[in-house]
């Protein structure tokens, strides 16, 4: 099919454009920008006014309790591509449990679904997964989810396994004796508050443990959702020091502190916990300057699980349909313009997964996100499409309206009739 979209502001920070004008597509992919490419007739035209046109948002962190309302919140969000966390029921530690999450993304035709494979068997963190297979059934990367590998040898020969084949591991840094009964910062807020606190040391002591054994490896690490200012200083050091470490940050991390659990919000309970404003300003930061991806971390969970004092709550909040709001939010906060705003979430995590997508470049494939940077509208759970209607930012008014997302050419969500045929 041939969709030409028309009058929108295109915004491709890989590539450095930025500027009103036309996009075509043919065959899936992005065949031109400016003039249409010779005999190109469209057979789909989307007018773009007042929007963006950029590249389709990649979450490299959201979890499909429900892989068909999940996908559907996805789209609606801009996101047209999704890294599912192995923390599945049962966990994506076989063959065959990826396999079927990659077919079934695919039989939905939503966002793309991009899988973590379970690096030890049940999440366990002692015997390995068969991480060959899961590669082959399309795992980009091994992960224990936040489940913890107490052993360090174990955590030393997965690693010395996945660099022999060029694996990389994702870790999400957290020390497992620091932090295995606490509930909130460890801090002034959770000591008034009578909360079991995690200090900055469970982070910190897991990072530095990951960056020896990167040093002695050569295994290409992701750091998931880092937390704190001393996280980001040691995860930056391991980067100067050209060792293949990368890293990225939950956006609510990026918004909110430790002051906002209130009186024992549980909307406000993440795994890690939200910190102290000075680790939250560290984070924006290193977002800021580029060190880091954001992803929503988007965690769907029950009515019945938050509705539960602050220390039973389940850990997370949705965060899919408000990841480009969110982001606008805290750019502006940040004195970002919007091209870079955007590359944190389009190019930048492209760019952890090893992937060409993130971009409008000609040939890309044209995964694409339409939206109404001025359009303001307030979240509510009758706003969502996930079926998890959690979030601290519920009754909040948000900026930034996706109106269509495009997947490999095709229009998979449209608020707005922006389509008319050609």
Known sequence: MNVVIQNGRVIDPKNGVDRRTSLFIVDGRVAALDDAPTGFVADKAIDATACVVCPGLIDLGARLNSIEAELAAAVAGGVSS???????????DEPELADRLVHRGAEIGKARVWPLGALTLG??????????????????AFSQANKPVTDTEALLRAMEYAATFGFPIWLQPQDHWLSRNGIAHEGEVSSRLGLAGIPVAAETIAIGTIVQL????GCRVHLTRLSSGAGVTLAKRAMEEG??????????????????????NPHARFSPPLRAQSDRQALSDAAAAGLAAICSDHTP????????????????????????????????????????????????????????????????????????????????PESLRSRGKNSPWLGYPMSGKVRATLVGGRLVYEASPLAAKG
């Open 243 to 264: 060792l293949p470490v990368t890293f990225d940050i939950g956006i609510h991390h990026l918004l909110l502190t430790e002051n906002d659990i209130g009186y024992f």
């Open 214 to 217: 990167v040093r002695d490896t």
């Open 123 to 140: 999440l366990n963190g002692e015997r390995l997964s068969e991480l060959a297979g899961l590669k082959k059934a399309g795992c980009v």
């Open 82 to 92: 999704v890294v599912v966390p192995p923390d599945a029921d049962p966990p994506l």
């Open 301 to 380: 969970v029950g009515a019945d699980d938050k509705l539960l004092p602050f220390g039973e709550a389940r850990p997370g909040a949705t965060g899919l349909e408000v990841l480009l709001p969110l982001t606008l939010k805290w750019a502006e906060a940040a004195g970002l313009d919007l091209s870079a705003a955007l590359a944190r979430i389009t190019s930048a995590p492209a760019e952890v997964l090893g992937l060409p997508s993130g971009q409008l470049a000609v040939g890309a494939v044209a995964d694409i996100c339409i939206f109404d940077p001025e359009a303001s509208w307030q979240l509510t």
